[in-house]
């Protein structure tokens, strides 16, 4: 069946109530009925919940074969945590059949991909996948299809039942003997602990794994005892300097740099920048370099921003300390000046998944952003955007937050070069759709500025502040001027991967790659 950006969607796969795409707004206003996780009652006094290893709280939680655990990535590639819980699961225990749900697999993560071609995991459902879990999976040796979800996605699907968590574990930084864990405090800080909040309520056992114990109440707590069935104290949950990633940085690039002064430029055009406006940047460098001259803006005209949301770093924290930013509301710390701002710089919070993105809730804060400016590995004339399967098919990111910022901000700018190396970032056709052209607005990049015909109201304000832009096929035929049209790749039948869009339809689909023939 054809969806609303016209990806051609196996029939299989609409079972139980699934729908292909429809629209941005499709599900607005429709009810459904939230899922409850079974929970174990504890009455008498209790001195502790630590356990002496992860396999003893595997055995007190009841772990079986076809379990589905979850992980977070706060620890991002510094994280211990998941590959120590799945060797203790399937080397020590013996378990199979499982399922991972974690909030995004990486690097850090390559060890499982043995137990993915071993046949030990049989299922993965996230946010994100990137290294040798994302190359086996593209290349079909995942017994189910990896089912990856936004942000906002992978909570809704919680909440409503669509996955069911046998076994939760947290990698908490601190955390006292009950299970009162936060993410500051310890020797492996990683800041909000927003991804693990969601997976804490829901799943039916949790684990707390830290690496610093601390007394008896490590409160405010980010997750509460009253959702921890175990407590494991490890040596190492992680290296936290490997939380920041190497694209989470400034760029002093002058092409960068002129790219994110003309996304300020966009920005401060339309009617919605003007005191209180709230706004989120993605971690590209060129997303990050705009609040530079965003702040320049601001100062110009007498202006505040009223809060500011997301995955949050340095420079973000650098305008709350100035008084230029209301509130910082963080579901996960990009650096370490993020991480060490978090509850001690003044109006710095930590939110859940759920209250950030989920767009089956009653108001998640994206539905009340301004502006978002987000980064894209290509984004096509039709302006569906791809982050997450490189030119070569391979799965290798992640939608994140980008399809829900992007749905709920009232403007959606995409900031990217019309090139990388020898490929056109501007196409005919993205080769996945991870963000839908309707909820794309503006798209600039180093050789033009382009809008949106769905945004005609973007397009007068652009003409009305003198800001030059062109058609984006215009943009897409300089890139293939520049660099050559690709050939189309090739795909076997077989799905590797289904992407749904944030309210649970499916949007796409990865097929695995054709071998190449020499």
């Avoid at 079986?64 to 799945?86: C, E, I, P, Q, W």
């Avoid at 043995?114 to 299922?123: H, L």
């Avoid at 017994?143 to 968590?165: D, F, L, Q």
């Avoid at 994110?260 to 060129?286: C, M």
Wanted: with cysteine; hydrophobic share 40%.
């Amino acid at each position: 069946m054809i969806n609303a950006v016209g990806r051609d969607i196996p029939e299989e796969l609409l079972v139980n109530g699934k729908e292909v795409y429809q629209g941005k707004y499709y599900m607005d206003g429709k009810y459904l009925q939230k899922a409850a996780p079974r929970t174990r009652r504890y009455e008498k006094p209790q001195e502790t919940k630590i356990v002496e290893s992860i396999a003893a709280a595997l055995k007190a939680c009841g772990a079986k074969d076809g379990m589905t655990f979850s992980f977070h990535h706060h620890l991002r590639n510094g994280d211990y945590v998941a590959n120590m819980v799945m060797k203790a699961a399937i080397e020590e225990l013996g378990l199979k059949d499982l399922t991972i749900a974690a909030t995004s697999l990486g690097d850090a993560h390559d060890p499982i991909a043995d137990y993915i071609e071993q046949g030990k995991v049989v299922g993965i459902q996230t946010s994100g996948i990137r290294g040798r879990i994302g190359d086996v999976v593209s290349h079909g040796a995942l017994k189910t299809p990896a089912i990856i979800r936004s942000h906002g996605g992978r909570p809704r699907a919680i909440e409503a039942g669509e996955v069911h968590i046998d076994i939760a574990f947290v990698a908490a930084p601190t955390s006292d003997c009950v299970g009162n864990c936060r993410g500051i405090g310890g020797k492996s800080n990683c800041g909000s602990l927003g991804y693990a909040m969601t997976d804490a309520k829901y799943a039916d056992h949790v684990v707390v794994v830290t690496d610093c114990l601390v007394d008896f109440p490590n409160y405010p707590a980010s997750v509460e005892a009253i959702d921890v069935d175990a407590v494991v104290v490890v040596d190492s949950i992680g290296n936290p300097k490997k939380i920041a990633s190497a694209a989470a940085r400034i760029s002093q690039n002058p092409r960068d740099l002129m790219m994110a002064e003309n996304v300020a430029k966009v920005i401060a055009s339309t009617p919605y920048f003007k005191e209180g406006f709230s706004f989120q940047t993605g971690v590209g460098g060129p997303s990050l370099a705009a609040n530079l001259f965003l702040e320049k803006y601001m100062d110009e005209r007498g202006i505040k921003m009223g809060w500011a949301i997301g995955g949050i770093c340095g420079p973000m924290v650098e305008l709350l300390k100035k008084g230029k930013v209301g509130k910082v509301i963080d579901v996960q710390d990009f650096d370490l000046d993020a991480v060490n701002s978090i509850n001690q710089t003044p109006g710095h919070f930590e939110m859940s998944a759920s209250q950030y993105a989920n767009p089956a809730n009653k108001g998640a804060f994206v539905n009340k952003l301004d502006f978002v400016v987000l980064a894209a590995l290509e984004i096509d004339t039709g302006f569906n955007v791809n982050v997450l399967t490189g030119s070569d098919g391979v799965l290798r990111g992640a939608p994140g937050g980008h399809p829900d910022t992007a749905a709920g901000s009232k403007v959606c700018i995409i900031v990217t070069p019309l090139t990388r190396g020898r490929m056109a970032t501007v196409c005919e056709k993205v080769v996945t759709v991870t963000t839908p052209g309707d909820c794309v607005d503006v798209l600039v990049t180093d050789y033009g500025i382009a809008v949106n015909p769905l945004r005609p109201d973007l397009i007068e304000c652009l003409d009305n502040a003198g800001i030059p832009h062109v058609s984006i096929e215009s943009l897409k035929e300089k890139a293939y001027s520049l660099v050559g049209r690709p050939d189309d790749l090739q795909w076997e039948d077989k799905v590797v991967a289904v992407l749904e869009a944030r309210d649970g339809t499916i949007l796409d689909v990865v097929r695995k790659i054709k071998p190449l023939e020499l």
